[in-house]
């Protein structure tokens, strides 16, 4: 096949044009793929306008391969092709990981990658593209482009060129503004209303959308050094509390005082007939509660409210291992989804205060993006992880108990 590309009777407006329209494409391409995978529309790419530049670049690094390659194997040039995207995809990646300070795609997660710039798997798809889009859409794009007239071609370039070099200015603002948001966020955290982390949080929303390992960026730099910090301070809690509480019972009658009219509430107590770890979620979030109510009193925190929270951390009626119930279909995943139903079966049974409310939204931190508000809602969240870890590892024990049981039992 000839390469249509290199004619030099045609002016440096109409490769502009092509450019354009391979940007375009590549735009379409991804906002499929990931409208797909977040079942929603979402505007990818970094430049606000419908273009991703890397696929141009990408669409002309191949055009002038195939010029110097047209009559090799087609194995030889799927090889060539899929090497040199492959390099432009590791350089771009390298350079705005150095010019941003962050990754705007991480493939460290996949097999055979590199340094989470490139992987095997895309590497793949990007030279299987390559093949199909010089054998079918080059020929066709081109053959139509260069009937164009040429002053049209030649506004339409300038306008293009002018529109993309304020849109890259105004993205890389924006890329900006969402690393020192960030730093922000992490920095006034504690300072911020809830309402005015949702709005910066919110401000980020498209960007985070169009690139979801932004999302590991957001949690290496807030929660991760949050928990850092919360973890020094709850860790030393361990010898001075816990131990010294185990296999206390009754419990205090402050605390109870603190609690009865949940505890006694028809609804709540259905919770007794749903398993959740080796126990039920009543004995569970009654754990949960009391030790929270011990480490907040000690700490003299509210611990009013965070025995109320915890009580109502997995206010939720539904089997967690076996689940297809309209509060939660079988498709949408309960560790995400739970604090949400069981914030909202606490507003309908009881009147729940901002704490609370944080205690059980926020139970399951750091898995959701935004971290606790109030020291009551971490030790909550800790108390949580202490104890469902202790329970699994005791029903482990069990198991293996009986099953070593069953077997002496079989032997002469
Ligand atoms: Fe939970
Ligand atoms: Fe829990």
């Known amino acids: 096949m000839k390469n249509l590309m290199f004619n030099d009777t045609i002016s440096f407006f109409y490769y502009i044009l092509l450019f354009a329209i391979y940007c375009f494409m590549g735009w379409?391409?991804?906002?499929?793929?990931?409208?797909?995978?977040?079942?929603?529309?979402?505007?990818?790419?970094?430049?606000?306008?419908?273009?991703?530049?890397?696929?141009?670049?990408?669409?002309?690094i191949i055009i002038v391969m195939?010029?110097?390659?047209?009559?090799?194997?087609?194995?030889?040039?799927?090889i060539v092709f899929g090497l040199a995207i492959t390099l432009m995809e590791y350089l771009t990646g390298f350079l705005s990981e150095k010019i941003f300070k962050m990754k705007l795609w991480d493939y460290s997660e996949n097999k055979f990658n590199l340094h989470g710039h490139v992987c095997l798997h895309f590497s793949i798809i990007w030279a299987l593209l390559a093949l199909v889009f010089?054998?079918?859409?080059?020929?066709a794009v081109f053959q139509?482009?260069?009937?164009?007239?040429?002053?049209?071609?030649?506004?339409?370039?300038?306008?293009?060129?002018?529109?993309?070099?304020?849109?890259?200015?105004?993205?890389?603002?924006?890329?900006?503004?969402?690393?020192?948001?960030?730093?922000?966020?992490?920095?006034?955290?504690?300072?911020?209303?809830?309402?005015?982390?949702?709005?910066i949080l919110q401000s980020f929303q498209r960007l985070r959308e169009a690139f979801p390992d932004l999302n590991k960026y957001v949690n290496q730099n807030i929660n991760g050094r949050i928990k850092i910090k919360v973890d020094s301070f709850l860790k030393p809690l361990q010898e001075k509390i816990i131990l010294e509480m185990e296999g206390r019972r009754p419990f205090e009658k402050e605390y109870y005082e603190a609690v009865q009219d949940i505890l006694q509430h028809e609804e709540f107590l259905k919770l007794k007939d749903y398993f959740h770890h080796n126990s039920s979620i009543y004995h569970h979030v009654h754990d949960v509660a009391y030790l929270s109510y011990r480490i907040s009193k000690y700490l003299k925190l509210d611990y009013r409210s965070a025995a109320r929270g915890a009580l109502l951390h997995d206010f939720f009626l539904y089997d967690w291992r076996n689940h297809d119930v309209p509060d939660l279909p079988r498709e949408?995943?309960?560790?995400?989804?739970?604090p949400k139903i069981a914030v909202a079966n606490a507003r309908k049974h009881f009147s729940i205060n901002d704490i609370e409310e944080d205690i059980?939204?926020?139970?399951?931190?750091?898995?959701?993006?935004?971290?606790?508000?109030?020291?009551?809602s971490y030790i909550v969240s800790f108390a949580d992880k202490y104890l469902s870890s202790r329970e699994f590892i005791n029903e482990y024990k069990k198991r293996i108990n009986r099953r070593q049981g069953k077997k002496s039992a079989k032997k002469p």
């Not at 924006?174 to 504690?190: N, P, T």
């Not at 949408?332 to 739970?338: N, Q, V």
């Open 28 to 60: 379409t391409l991804e906002v499929i793929y990931r409208s797909i995978a977040q079942r929603k529309f979402v505007n990818a790419g970094f430049l606000f306008g419908p273009f991703i530049p890397i696929y141009g670049l990408g669409a002309f």
């Open 66 to 78: 195939q010029h110097f390659f047209q009559d090799g194997h087609l194995v030889a040039r799927f």
């Open 134 to 139: 010089l054998r079918f859409v080059h020929p």
């Open 144 to 199: 139509r482009v260069v009937l164009l007239d040429e002053e049209v071609a030649k506004i339409t370039g300038i306008v293009f060129m002018i529109y993309f070099g304020i849109d890259y200015t105004f993205s890389v603002m924006s890329l900006a503004a969402f690393r020192k948001g960030v730093a922000y966020l992490y920095d006034q955290y504690f300072n911020l209303s809830s309402i005015e982390i949702e709005d």
């Open 332 to 338: 949408k995943f309960h560790g995400l989804e739970h």
């Open 360 to 376: 059980i939204k926020k139970h399951m931190w750091p898995l959701t993006i935004v971290p606790p508000k109030y020291k009551e």
